[in-house]
């Protein structure tokens, strides 16, 4: 039998705009099985980004509950959210955020290292999962010296290293060519499936959301 691993409860969430309280989320529900690749597609501005935020731990919502795994996000302190999201989640964004003074290897094993692990097994992790993202041959090369498709397959090896729950990628491929989107597209799609992962991507781009098991639409405040 498949176990839920995020559960959404008719979340709202509405942002102050001059006088006025525009609603973004006007009760949105979600259940995602553990193990399955969940697509949300949706127009610029429906709300996408911001319902990966407040399921990542990053924003908060008025109301209505998350749960992931055993923990119930909703009612957590700042200090727990930043655990949660360190331990149990890995993000991708439209741009890579890389460290530009580490090379590819350095950035991958950083979050593990920071989170406790011995630089070695860090280090050791790191290339294998640089392997499975076919950058066996860029360890030492710096953000600036990768291109723009090599960057994000790096940013997707490192969501991995914590070897989390849930991975959250929010338009991944937004800034690449078709062909390094491609490319992005499979290693993520294929890299989730390899180490058992959990995968919400936000996206536009059909032929990212096409790989999905689950296809699912934001649209007026609702999730369809
Ligand atoms: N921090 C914020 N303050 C005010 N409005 C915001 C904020 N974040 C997002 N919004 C508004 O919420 C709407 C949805 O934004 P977003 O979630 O980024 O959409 P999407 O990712 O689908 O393009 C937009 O109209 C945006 O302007
Ligand atoms: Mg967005």
């Given at each position: 039998m498949s176990e839920l691993l995020v559960t959404v409860r008719n979340i709202v969430k509405s942002f102050a705009s001059g006088t006025e309280t525009l609603y973004i989320l006007k009760g949105v529900n979600?259940?995602?099985?553990?193990?399955?690749?969940?697509?949300?597609?949706?127009?610029s501005g429906s709300g996408k980004s911001t319902l990966l935020n407040i399921l990542g731990g990053l924003d908060r919502c008025d109301s209505g509950s998350v749960r992931v795994g055993d923990t119930t996000i909703t009612g957590?302190?700042?200090?727990?959210?930043?655990?949660?999201?360190?331990?149990?989640?890995?993000?991708?964004?439209?741009?890579?955020?890389?460290?530009?003074?580490?090379?590819?290897?350095?950035?991958?094993?950083?979050?593990?290292?920071?989170?406790?692990?011995k630089k070695k097994d860090a280090l050791e992790k790191a290339r294998s999962l640089l392997d499975d993202v076919r950058l066996s041959d860029r360890l030492q090369h710096y953000p600036s010296q990768l291109s723009g498709g090599e960057r994000q397959r790096v940013a997707v090896a490192r969501s991995m290293v914590n070897d989390p729950d849930l991975i959250l990628a929010d338009e991944p491929t937004g800034n690449l060519d078709p062909q390094n989107s491609a490319a992005v597209t499979e290693?993520?799609?294929?890299g989730a499936e390899k180490w058992g992962k959990t995968l919400i991507v936000v996206t536009h781009d059909d032929k990212v959301a096409e790989r999905a098991m689950v296809r699912l639409s934001l649209d007026a405040g609702f999730l369809t």
């Amino acid at each position: 039998m498949s176990e839920l691993l995020v559960t959404v409860r008719n979340i709202v969430k509405s942002f102050a705009s001059g006088t006025e309280t525009l609603y973004i989320l006007k009760g949105v529900n979600l259940t995602v099985d553990r193990g399955s690749m969940v697509a949300i597609s949706g127009s610029s501005g429906s709300g996408k980004s911001t319902l990966l935020n407040i399921l990542g731990g990053l924003d908060r919502c008025d109301s209505g509950s998350v749960r992931v795994g055993d923990t119930t996000i909703t009612g957590l302190s700042e200090a727990a959210l930043t655990g949660y999201r360190s331990r149990r989640i890995g993000f991708i964004f439209q741009f890579h955020y890389l460290l530009k003074d580490f090379t590819a290897l350095e950035n991958v094993m950083l979050p593990a290292y920071i989170a406790g692990m011995k630089k070695k097994d860090a280090l050791e992790k790191a290339r294998s999962l640089l392997d499975d993202v076919r950058l066996s041959d860029r360890l030492q090369h710096y953000p600036s010296q990768l291109s723009g498709g090599e960057r994000q397959r790096v940013a997707v090896a490192r969501s991995m290293v914590n070897d989390p729950d849930l991975i959250l990628a929010d338009e991944p491929t937004g800034n690449l060519d078709p062909q390094n989107s491609a490319a992005v597209t499979e290693i993520l799609y294929r890299g989730a499936e390899k180490w058992g992962k959990t995968l919400i991507v936000v996206t536009h781009d059909d032929k990212v959301a096409e790989r999905a098991m689950v296809r699912l639409s934001l649209d007026a405040g609702f999730l369809t």
